[in-house]
């Protein structure tokens, strides 16, 4: 870290400084500029709250040079981490692929997709129970009732299951959920952050509206420092000036992460652009820029769809972007 | 609610839809285009879902003459709506300050602080003690002894509390606080507002990073479709490209949601700007904009603070700030 | 064009804007609401201002059915545009490559770049001469020495070049250039447009910083309107909150552009992220979301680049991405 | 400019690298950190190109600590620069209004508006006679013979003009103009700033759509390198996701427009919101934050306006406004 003085501080005033920059256990060293003096900490900084520093008597800015994150850090795990959910592994160079529908609907819905994208080669099947809507008069999906239909649908074709929470008091209905979800709206729900680093659950934790990819970060450092090192990284597109789109799918993200980061990075097409026919083009280039998985929206019958019909593909348009996906991935590896 | 339908859309096409919008419990007038054919939807569309209805076979797009919500809509209660907190009143042409440290951090720090902004004419103490940090290597607030400490700092001054809630089951905690606080990072977290709803305390809303002024309004609806009239909204800044200051504050929202809502509309010149020397202007501009309140941080030592001590005032500071916002409310009248 | 009322507009008053928009030439349809009246305007309003319309005595609001834009539109052209540059074709299904560095430096440094990026496969010579850069004190360029080391190197090794129009004034210096760039902060200087749609050669138009899809096909128009039907769309990043990428790469713009659009839609990875080891995996990605070319930044000796060498590839890294577009592009057909 | 050194770089590296940056005329202080090597750049790196610093062999990162920005920097010039315009004077603490319509329209049109707002209060008259519009379809203003107009305004009222320059082919019919204007979309024409440096003319020069304050003061430096020192700025509004309001506009940008230059900061209230009613509480807004003058559009009828109608205020609206603004303006000192 370095901390940058006011220009002209007085040798006292640098000197009281650095003691007390001691008492926090970095060493410090001191480089004198014509008009800036500047300080280097030597130690482990990667902790230390920077506007604490910023807010010390001389200091004009302080840049830091570490990461703020640790358990998320490449640096410190090379390797990629591989997160296995029953036969299904994300991450470490594989393309997985989870598919279903927005809102589990009824039994019959459920059961009858999930068959068809397991079939098509999905991996997982996704399913919303509790559904954030922007309007309280809106579908809020089936709740309890939708996970149970979604453990259904699990016991019936063997896929495992994600679904979104949104809310700790919920956390007990999700005892036979497989991957719990964590919103792009509540990415920084910190206390539901916390728990969730207790539950030793694989969590998929989408990058919200307007957060950085250090802020996606450490809000994985959120669940990994609470001991839950099974954190999916999913980028689902943000908000700009652009309005076509739902979202703007920022699929720079896919290489940023996975340089940054050792953890599984996977991408959101349907919801990042929010139009059915662009999801095929989307979901391959999110393959071709090297994400993990793809969490793709597949409904029986779209146009009747509760939520989000705009961005579902039907079971046919999914089995063939998956074929498309696989002859893709071939060509790059 | 207008419905555009595809080009060149049969007769007999058009008339099927025209019988399937019925059912919703729709009147529909056609208007035969060259082109388009155009259906206006005449009832109750303020809470239908507009995604369902775009999703309808032959339908191009759908846009929405009625806002989606009704509650907070100044058409249908077009005087401002007060809220009374113990002797404040927030809302209705005044100009209620509310002051006070970002975290709570001792007994005698936040007695110090309530007394000294009382005694420069805040109405409302203000203090966290619940923090969501981006960091979970970060001060995350004295929880459950802030609340108290806040409390003891109420009985001393009289102040009334405002102090933010993160999540649920941290509710029963709140019984003596008099207006609770959702922050930015929760503005949709939708479980959190309906519980909000079944209060009836005064609730204070961040609008979020990025969200909307619809948006934020359709927060406040959550809360109000649950009952509970009593919600104050706050500009707290939105996220832009521009990075010198913390966030950018939207002044127009000022003058837009009082146009669209009749609820009081407070600013938060702190966490927009991030930076102390700008804090006094903000505040200033926000008085002329036409704000009910202001929100503005305070601490006794701001170089000690252990929470966004670099846009903290001194109370010396905050003490000025307010002689000038009286004398430019003056003005104004 | 759909033209909604205010509520309660007097039957006199529908009559007299009634008759008004009839002298615009346009039929009217009138649709009697509970609250709206709303009108549907017939005939061709592609080319009305809607800011006339909305400042109409009772209007309440105007939504356009039509787009804006009538010569870059799929709609009245269903084929792909082709342009061809002397042996290149840009559009129409294939993978145009255009490679070469920032700035032209000097005649060893592009010629050496132009026959390397030629033997790896490369289509069109990009080079800047005129360089728009955010300080004065920055490299500006060669200027007119800097087009004619361009010429060379196409006499050199047969490659059409493409190089960047900076102000009118220049125009008479691009006659031997095969394709004029206008650049991002140039993309709605409107005068410029409007010359360069005489000048009949084609252009490669980029996205602003901050313009959406429909702002970028209004000048395209520009262009088009004037004459010149040889107008090359390019997608290199807006600008967002993140700071980690120089911009966000909107790979959406890809397949929503060729959508809307019959010109070819190539993308700039290179501005688009900043860094050079991004730039292969974004590359992957626009080939794979349905891109009809990429021009890419590679320099002899990046380290030592006057301009952006942060983001330029090594002659070598160039070959080698070029045969993973090759190999992308065949796996996709 | 502080230099950060790859981790581990080797002793003769970093010797190397400090004896290439004694080259560009440094001193160089280093400071060996656990992990980390930092360099301190002492001398005059203001005009270096970071850029060229960050691509040297070993560097992990380049911090600037200068601001890159001399002529239009409060640190070498702390007092207010203040701009005469015959007999209205931008900056130093007082407030200019500037008023007129978007565009001139006719010989009486203007002369009308000029009358009125001069009897208002107005002390410069503004006026588009070229325009810059999204589409080719729209007025593009009444071009020499709206200068010529203005003209006449001018000699009629004694007021100054300012009004918008789009191309350098257009300078010569500027000879009487007062202050020339460089719109938003323009901001970044380094080759227009070049020449109106040269011309010596007061520039009114708006912020782009999505510039930083940095960029903003680099173009006021291209201007001013060119030895012309009479620059405004004009905050606008920038883009955000927020569509309600036709842009965002920055409030924040006139304090620290104001701390980190000496130029006069001015806001356009009717560009940044697009609609009439909001223009008043924004102009107050921005008197109330600091700002030097305002630039406000008023038509004689803006149902009629042939652009920008919606955000026109009455001449009778901005007599009023004007009132507001200077009572505001005393309670202020």
New interface residues.
Partial sequence: M?V?LRENTAQAAVEKLVANLKTFGF?V????????T?L?L??DT??V?I??I????CV??V?R??E?FKNANRKFHPLDTQIKVKDAVIGGGGMTVIAGPCSVESEEQIITVARSVKASGAKLLRGGA?K?????????GLREEGIKLLLEAKKDTGLPIVTEI?????LELFDDVDVIQVGA??M?????L?QLGHSGKPILLKR????????LL?SA??IM??GNENVILCERG????????RN?????A???LK?LSHLPVIVDPSH??GVA??VA??S???????ADGLIIEVHNN?????????QSLTPEQFRQLVR?IE??K???E
Avoid: W
């Fill in positions: 370095i940058i060493d060293h001191i480089s004198q500029g014509s008009q800036h500047v280097g030597i130690g990667g902790k709250d506007d604490q910023k807010m010390l008597e004009d800015d840049k040079i570490q703020p509790f954030p809507r922007t309007s309280p008069y809106a579908f809020q949104m809310d700790l008091s919920q709206r509540n920084q729900n910190f206390e539901l916390k919200g509206l307007a957060n950085t990819y250090q802020e450490m450092e959120y420092a609470s943000v908000r700009t000036f652009e309005t076509y789109t703007t799918l920022d699929i720079s896919v290489p940023v340089k990042a652009v026919e662009f083009p989307l391959l280039a999110a393959v071709a820029a090297g779209p146009a009747c769809a509760k939520c989000d019909g705009m498309r002859k893709l071939s060509a790059l």
